[in-house]
């Protein structure tokens, strides 16, 4: 097949979605696929218009790839880095080349790949791509939408209420959350944003973060636990993977600096709580209605009690990534695990 696969945009996960296109770049091509790897707000400009024949030389075509910074890149910075210095979040020639091929392996991350405007769009187009469709996607990406969906399905979330930019002064301090806390953006993810509360002080600091990278943020009860993550692929609950940050919690340095935290797959847990865990996981995803594969994030306290965090609808394939590890641990290796996400996609499409 001829597969366009897209990253990097404007996300603050810009870094991360690079690294995700490459890996899953690599592996389609070993499996024998021509494909490109472009970036969504960059595009692609040659020294010729027509791009009819890209795909006869997609490596030339691809962007090259560097590591991941500790930090998250400027979306600014990466703007004015653009040729045409166009507003428009496809940049040259992506939508052409996404119409040439036989899919497109979304491998976005954070509010531009996962918010469901790119696959709205790419429904308009006639575009095929992979993961869930634009609803589901939206859903996903507001945390505060999402637990709703969560809790009507029986899966048991953490206590939160949300705080607009604009009503900021009128909600200088959350009363029905008592301290610690954490605060995050509403929709953002890879922990960009978030921090954990103890003082006033410390609040309102965790708000200037938080507002950073969106207008609405969320204060949730912080709950002292595990961290734990699940996939799901097609009808298919994958092992339950245990994260543990070598220092500090699991923020966006310790889940993309190899090293900096401990990962166990399958889980050192009870076999009822790894099968609790993965039914909450499959409900989660259900709820949403997400569509080929996902991945819930989950927290344990020393009760036994498990809360479910998060979807994510576009997950990484990093080095460092959980899914892969997931899929790994129950004998599917990386490059099958990209074949399968795309032809459980394709299933969407027939009929």
């Known amino acids: 097949m001829d597969i366009v696969v897209l990253a990097g945009g404007l996300s603050a996960e810009r870094d991360v979605s690079f690294q995700t296109g490459a890996m899953v770049a690599k592996a389609l091509r070993e499996n024998g696929h021509r494909v490109i790897l472009t970036d969504v707000f960059m595009g692609y400009q040659s020294r010729e218009e027509d791009v009819s024949e890209i795909f006869s030389h997609s490596l030339e075509a691809s962007v090259t790839v560097t590591e991941i910074s500790e930090s998250a890149p400027d979306p600014a910075e990466i703007k004015a880095k653009r040729a045409d210095q166009s507003d428009c979040f496809f940049g040259p020639n992506v939508i052409a080349m996404c119409r040439m091929a036989d899919i497109v392996f979304l491998a976005l991350h954070g509010e531009d790949g996962e918010n469901g405007k790119i696959q709205a769009a790419f429904d308009l187009f006639g575009i095929r791509y992979t993961g869930s469709g634009y609803f589901g996607s939206a859903l996903a990406m507001d945390k505060e939408i999402s637990k709703e969906f969560f809790r009507k399905a029986g899966v048991p979330v953490p206590n939160g209420v949300k705080i607009k930019k604009s009503e900021r002064e009128k909600n200088a301090f959350c009363s029905d959350i008592a301290f610690p806390c954490v605060v995050k953006p509403l929709c953002g993810g890879s922990s960009i ?159």
């Open 193 to 351: 944003g978030v921090s954990i509360v103890r003082t006033k002080e410390e609040f309102a600091k965790a708000l200037d973060e938080a507002f950073r990278w969106e207008d609405e943020a969320l204060v949730e009860e912080y709950i002292i636990g595990r961290e734990f993550s699940v996939g799901v692929l097609g009808e298919t609950v994958l092992p339950v993977i245990e994260m543990a940050p070598v220092q500090g919690f699991y923020d966006y340095k310790n889940k993309y600096q190899s090293g900096s935290t401990v990962e166990t797959c399958p889980a050192d847990i009870p076999a009822a709580q790894a099968e609790r865990m993965q039914k909450y996981a499959m409900a989660a995803a259900s709820s949403l209605g997400l569509m080929a594969y996902a991945r819930m994030d989950f927290l344990l306290n020393d009760a036994g009690e498990i809360f479910c965090l998060e979807a994510n609808t576009l997950p990484g394939m990093t080095v460092t990534s959980l899914i892969p590890q997931e899929a790994q641990a129950a004998g599917i290796g990386f490059n099958e695990l990209c074949e399968r996400i795309i032809r459980i996609s394709l299933q969407k499409y027939e009929g």
